[in-house]
C-alpha cells in the first residue's frame, strides 16, 4: 500500500491548489481515502474525506471552498482547495482508511497508510 500527495505550494490568501494523491495497492471499492493536514504545535485536522462508495466529507473550516474527487483509472484522489486563508498553512497529508465502512468519519485515528505530505503555505 502507497499513498503520495504532492501538489502544495506557496499561494497568496484568497488563491487556489490543487493537491494529488496517488495510490497503489487497494481500491476505493472496499477503503476511503483522507485529507488530514498538520500545523506546526497543532494536532492533524481532519480536511476531508472520500468514502467507500464514494460519499464526501468536508470539515467544518473548509466547507464550500475545498472539493474532493476521484478518478479511478488513474488511481488518484484530488483535493481543490479554493478561497484558501493564511490559517491553511500546514503540511497536508492523504491516508488510507483502517476499516471498510460506507460511513466512516473522518478523523486521523480511523486512518493509517499515510503518504509523506506536502507543504501548503499561504501568505496574507
Known amino acids: 500500500v502507497q499513498l503520495q500527495a504532492s501538489g502544495g505550494g506557496l499561494v497568496q490568501a484568497g488563491g487556489s491548489l490543487r493537491l494529488s494523491c496517488a495510490y497503489s495497492?487497494?481500491?476505493?471499492?472496499?477503503?476511503?481515502i483522507g485529507w488530514f493536514r498538520q500545523a506546526p504545535g497543532k494536532e492533524r485536522e481532519g480536511v476531508s474525506c472520500?468514502?467507500?462508495?464514494?460519499?464526501?466529507v468536508y470539515g467544518d473550516s473548509v466547507k464550500g471552498r475545498f472539493t474532493i474527487s476521484r478518478d479511478n483509472a488513474k488511481n488518484t484522489v484530488y483535493l481543490q482547495m479554493d478561497s484558501l486563508k493564511p490559517e491553511g498553512t500546514a503540511i497536508y497529508y492523504c491516508?488510507?482508511?483502517?476499516?471498510?465502512?460506507?460511513?466512516?468519519?473522518?478523523?486521523?485515528?480511523?486512518?493509517?497508510?499515510w503518504g509523506q505530505g506536502t507543504q501548503v503555505t499561504v501568505s496574507s
Open positions: 472520500i468514502r467507500r462508495g464514494g460519499g464526501t
Open positions: 495497492g487497494f481500491t476505493l471499492d472496499y477503503h476511503s
Open positions: 491516508a488510507r482508511s483502517r476499516f471498510s465502512s460506507y460511513y466512516l468519519t473522518c478523523t486521523a485515528s480511523n486512518f493509517a497508510d
